[in-house]
């Protein structure tokens, strides 16, 4: 599979060498003669037509992912990178109403593209990770509205432990803190609309060889939680309300990677490739059997949690059971991996503080550009050096 990035700097390439070689060739028939001024117009007219061949390449399917939706996120130490507010969120599903794009389920897409069938034009999908309680308070009560089919990704560790559906968006007493519970996912994923799949059991972290990254403080320890989640089977739904073990302050925070990818460092020596396999395999297990006891049906459908993947992870996520995965790097094209699914990351204040159209230009440009209209990138790519000017990345890995 081709790296999207690799795709679409090919394509600019050649469309700006072809709008070049046009003008130089009608710069050369005016210094020839004067009089050939319609040849030399013609000219520059054939080089932008060549470049927009170039820069409009039809099959490409976004696959947008979300993760919270919320206006009251500052319980997620990420929430920066990772929450949209809901007055974005609804600006984002009018675009697609007004654009008439075909919002059709990762599943219907995946089969497509399985049995070759090319999807219709403006096709997108759309996904939400981590199994956040203000999806069902308010992503899917929008979504439902709409019309639109999604797929929610939950961890089996975060699933929170109280009972009953509690308020959405439409009723008042709504909370905003933590995810979702059993009774909620049975309900979500009760919808034709809607899919409950698999988002590992902790999305945790391990550490790896490299340099530490800071020490454990009490103001800040939050956003390197996702540390303390690996190799632990305790349920974490209310880890946000946990406080720092006083035996870590001013401990090294060490390098890491995805517990389902990363081969840990145990007592300063890598794990060796036996026990590595061990681990995944049995948290991939642990991560399906657990998911399919609260939907009391099969699951197939994996997410990988950071989307980290690698070949050994993938053989072991399918011994496992899995047969549907995100992770990919494409654009989702007839030709790629019907499998596996490349997905566009959508956060809020994508262009840095700005008014709400903004939101809605940029959406559509980073829509456009994962559509295959190159057009858009010089939008999506000024929209994102202007919110990394204005916000810088905070710490820790995210979600």
């Not at 210094?31 to 117009?41: H, K, R, T, V, Y």
């Not at 946000?240 to 990363?262: N, Y």
């Not at 099969?298 to 950071?306: A, E, H, N, R, S």
């Not at 995965?325 to 991996?337: L, P, Y």
Request: hydrophobic share 45%; proline share 6%; charged share 20%.
């Amino acid at each position: 599979m081709q790296d999207r990035q690799r795709i679409r700097k090919q394509a600019l390439v050649r469309a700006l060498m072809a709008v070049v070689a046009s003008v130089l060739v009608a710069f050369g028939l005016m210094l020839l003669d004067g009089l050939l001024w319609p040849a030399a117009i013609s000219a520059v007219v054939g080089g932008v037509m060549v470049a927009d061949w170039f820069l409009r390449q039809r099959g490409a399917v976004p696959v947008l992912v979300y993760h919270s939706v919320s206006d009251n996120a500052g319980w997620l130490p990420w929430a920066h990178n990772t929450s949209v507010r809901i007055e974005v969120f609804r600006r984002h599903l009018r675009v697609l109403e007004k654009g008439r794009w075909n919002v059709m389920h990762s599943r219907e897409i995946a089969h497509a593209r399985r049995m070759g069938v090319p999807l219709p034009p403006r096709t997108v999908a759309l996904q939400f990770d981590d199994g956040y309680l203000d999806n069902w308070v308010a992503a899917v009560p929008l979504l439902e509205k709409a019309g639109f089919p999604a797929v929610i990704f939950a961890s089996t560790d975060f699933i929170d432990p109280s009972s009953g559906l509690r308020p959405n968006l439409w009723e008042s007493g709504a909370v905003w803190e933590g995810y979702m519970n059993r009774d909620e996912l049975r309900s979500v994923d009760a919808n034709p609309l809607f899919e409950i799949a698999s988002h590992g059991a902790n999305h945790g972290r391990v550490p790896v060889d490299g340099p530490a990254v800071g020490t454990w403080q009490v103001e800040d320890w939050q956003a390197h939680a996702a540390l303390l989640w690996a190799g632990t089977y305790h349920n974490k739904s209310h880890w946000f309300r946990e406080t720092l073990s006083p035996a870590l302050v001013g401990q090294d925070i060490p390098a890491s990677d995805s517990a389902l990818t990363g081969r840990a460092l145990v007592k300063g020596s890598e794990e060796t490739a036996a026990r590595y396999h061990a681990r995944v395999l049995a948290h991939l297990k642990r991560a399906r059997n657990g998911l399919e006891h609260v939907l009391k049906r099969p699951v197939d459908f994996l997410c990988w949690p950071y989307d980290r993947v690698t070949p050994v992870a993938r053989a072991l996520a399918e011994e496992a059971g899995f047969a549907l995965f995100t992770g990919g790097r494409g654009e989702n094209r007839i030709d790629e991996d019907p499998t596996t699914q490349s997905r566009v990351h959508i956060n809020d204040f994508s262009a840095g503080p700005a008014p709400i159209w903004v939101e809605a230009l940029v959406f559509r440009a980073r829509l456009g550009v994962a559509a295959g209209n190159y057009w858009w990138m010089p939008v999506a790519l000024l929209a994102t050096r202007r919110r990394a000017r204005h916000m810088p990345v905070p710490k820790g890995p995210g979600a």
